[in-house]
């Protein structure tokens, strides 16, 4: 279910570990506030504070099973909804998520073998049912994004590489089935390029003119 009913628009940022989610996102929240637009800029896991200790918990605790992941995902996903998406998308704000439900459904549903449709509906009861209009997915080559990283890797960038090949595919066959939610972007053009092309999407979606945030 999207939000049609809601007046805010809900946008998310999808891919591999250093594929430049962060930068895109950036940029296109440069871009919207440049136009007038109230912008949210938030994130999965932490975009709150009990979402910064759950954070903390799922990406570097000692001793959490795969199952146990996929519940500290949701209940970060449960919160940060009720709390910070939600609220903004009734106050009619544009919010942009680095990482959401598609997230969930990729790492734990796939790449620990969680199974996806039990993954994708422990989310969507976390969440009400709150899907993104758009979702821009990234796609990059984990061994290059991976290298892309600093500072010591967390718990899910050392899952291994069948684990992010895994990933990988899930994102892809998620976004190939998925409809028009969808935005495929390959992540090893400019940053440049991928802007024009994430804002182009996000012009149609807002229906504001491809100018219309000016230039950041
Ligand atoms: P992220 O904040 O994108 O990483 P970083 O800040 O290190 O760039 O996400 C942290 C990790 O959590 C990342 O490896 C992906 C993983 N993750 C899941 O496995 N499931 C989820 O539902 C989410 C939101 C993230």
Redesign the pocket.
């Known amino acids: 279910m999207t939000e049609s009913s809601q007046p805010g628009v809900f946008i998310s940022f999808e891919g591999g570990?250093?594929v430049g989610?962060?930068t895109q996102l950036r940029l296109l929240a440069q871009w919207l506030s440049a136009g007038g637009r109230e912008v949210v800029t938030t994130?999965?896991?932490?975009g709150t504070v009990l979402g910064s200790a759950l954070?903390d918990a799922?990406?570097h605790g000692d001793h959490v099973s795969a199952r146990t992941?996929a519940l500290l995902?949701?209940t970060?996903?449960a919160h940060h909804v009720d709390t910070v998406v939600r609220p903004a998308l009734a106050r009619g704000a544009v919010v942009l998520t680095?990482?959401?439900?598609d997230?969930?459904v990729?790492?734990?549903g796939n790449?620990r073998d969680l199974g996806a449709d039990e993954v994708e509906r422990l989310?969507l009861w976390a969440t009400e049912g709150l899907l993104p209009q758009l979702t821009v997915l990234l796609d990059l080559d984990p061994s290059v994004g991976l290298t892309r990283?600093t500072g010591a890797p967390?718990r899910?960038?050392r899952a291994g590489s069948d684990f992010h090949a895994r990933?990988r595919q899930a994102f892809l066959d998620r976004a190939a089935t998925g409809g028009p939610r969808w935005l495929v972007l390959d992540a090893s053009g400019t940053a440049e390029d991928l802007q024009a092309a994430i804002r182009g999407r996000v012009a149609e979606l807002l229906d504001i003119s491809g100018t219309a945030g000016g230039t950041a």
Not at 43 to 46: I, Q, V
Not at 98 to 101: E, M, N, P, Q
Request: glycine letters at 10%; charged letters at 40%.
């Open positions: 570990d250093g989610k962060s994130r999965e896991p932490g954070r799922v990406l992941e995902y949701a970060d996903r680095d990482r959401y439900l997230s969930s990729a790492y734990q790449g989310s990283l967390d899910l960038e990933t």
